[in-house]
């Protein structure tokens, strides 16, 4: 683990990236904030301030006896939260090699579950975990809606952390605040350490493209990175491709013959132009792309229903139409079935308060805004 130096102009600049290398772990996700290294054996993941705890709980899980268990990264998607646990649970497996280790998620878990339920059968956790020394359990949010298959696991967690054998976690949203998940197993998970895996900050990303720059022999001015991590709020693998794509954009007729290439502000303000030019998502763009998310019809977001998956997708989409497009309250209530304004101005309240105090909204809304932009681009 250490601290990234980047070369501006010819100085070297401490920041406060950070890099961990953690052993490539099979199945780990692309979708993160982390970077393949030469050969793929060894991944990084990549953060800023924001991500100081991530760092500290890392430290501490390389002692033999981590100070904490269980150990939960929760935030949004694409954030490096599996990247990192599954690069842990291969780190300790490394220096335990006889040991025995189990990778399972929330919606496999609550399979099992629901399989032996249907069949009439118990589930003999004995047999299936008596010999595992470290458990990771990816997205535990998927098991919002099993809560047998909650009580089940916390029962597991009990005699896992009893034991001292290590458990580490992953979760979309703090646990403490998705209220889908039992009282009983959010007390398992809290008493270890919960790690908040954020998103790269604008101040973060601009550190990350000047160091991607230097991986490509691409000379960038410090303005032209703070331009395009204040135009580009993305992850690490968006910003990377994004990167990628002004290169080939820039130097598609310029050889590289092992020499520094620039970049500057005016290029850069070109690529952002040409990138955000017809951005602008309509309403009928935002309502398919939530109709899609939610797995509901887009004539149900106009229609009366109250079903729970309708209505939080007509909500959402009445929400980013107000954020995303310059429509208004009259518009986007004609749009989604012929409500008033007082209605649309209703959701949209209601849902950034629940957006303020439940990290999941929050993150569904941000997905399916990725989403949207994607589209729209």
């Not at 550190?207 to 720059?213: K, R, S, W, Y």
């Not at 007509?314 to 004609?334: E, H, M, P």
Request: glycine share 6%; net charge positive.
């Amino acid at each position: 683990m250490r601290l990234l130096l980047l070369a501006v102009y010819g100085v070297s600049v401490n920041t406060d990236v950070f890099a961990i290398g953690l052993p490539w772990a099979p199945g780990a996700p692309d979708g993160s904030s982390a970077e393949t290294m030469p050969g793929g054996a060894v991944r990084r993941f990549l953060g800023g301030p924001e991500n100081r705890l991530v760092r500290t709980a890392v430290e501490a899980l390389e002692n033999p006896t981590p100070p904490w268990n269980p150990v939960v990264f929760y935030g949004p998607t694409a954030t490096g939260k599996t990247h990192l646990a599954a690069g842990l649970l291969a780190r300790w497996n490394q220096a335990h090699p006889d040991s025995q280790v189990l990778t399972t998620t929330g919606a496999d878990f609550s399979r099992v579950i629901t399989s032996a339920a249907r069949r009439g059968e118990p589930v003999d956790f004995m047999s299936m975990w008596k010999s595992v020394d470290a458990v990771l359990i990816d997205n535990l949010h998927e098991l919002a809606n099993f809560p047998s298959a909650q009580e089940l696991l916390a029962l597991r967690l009990d005699e896992l952390i009893a034991s001292d054998r290590m458990v580490l976690a992953t979760c979309v949203g703090n646990p403490l605040e998705n209220y889908s998940l039992s009282r009983r197993l959010v007390s398992r998970l809290s008493s270890g350490l919960l790690v908040p895996v954020e998103p790269p900050s604008a101040s973060t990303r601009q550190a990350l493209v000047l160091h991607f720059a230097l991986q490509h022999q691409v000379d960038m001015t410090a303005a032209a990175a703070k331009q395009l991590a204040e135009a580009f709020s993305v992850n690490l693998p968006e910003l990377q491709g994004l990167l990628l794509e002004m290169f080939a954009r820039e130097f598609a007729s310029t050889p590289q013959l092992g020499q520094m290439r620039r970049i500057d502000s005016l290029a850069a303000r070109r690529f952002i132009s040409a990138k955000l030019t017809g951005r602008t998502p309509t309403l009928q763009s935002i309502s398919a792309a939530a109709a899609r998310y939610y797995q509901v019809k887009i004539a149900d977001l106009r229609g009366p229903s109250r079903r729970q998956s309708i209505v939080a997708a007509r909500d959402a989409g009445i929400y980013l139409a107000r954020k995303l497009t310059q429509s208004s309250f009259a518009a986007i209530g004609k749009h989604f079935g012929g409500r008033d304004h007082t209605t649309i101005m209703h959701s949209i309240q209601k849902l950034e308060a629940r957006r303020k105090r439940e990290a999941a909204t929050q993150s569904a809304l941000d997905e399916l805004e990725r989403l949207i932009q994607r589209q729209a681009s």
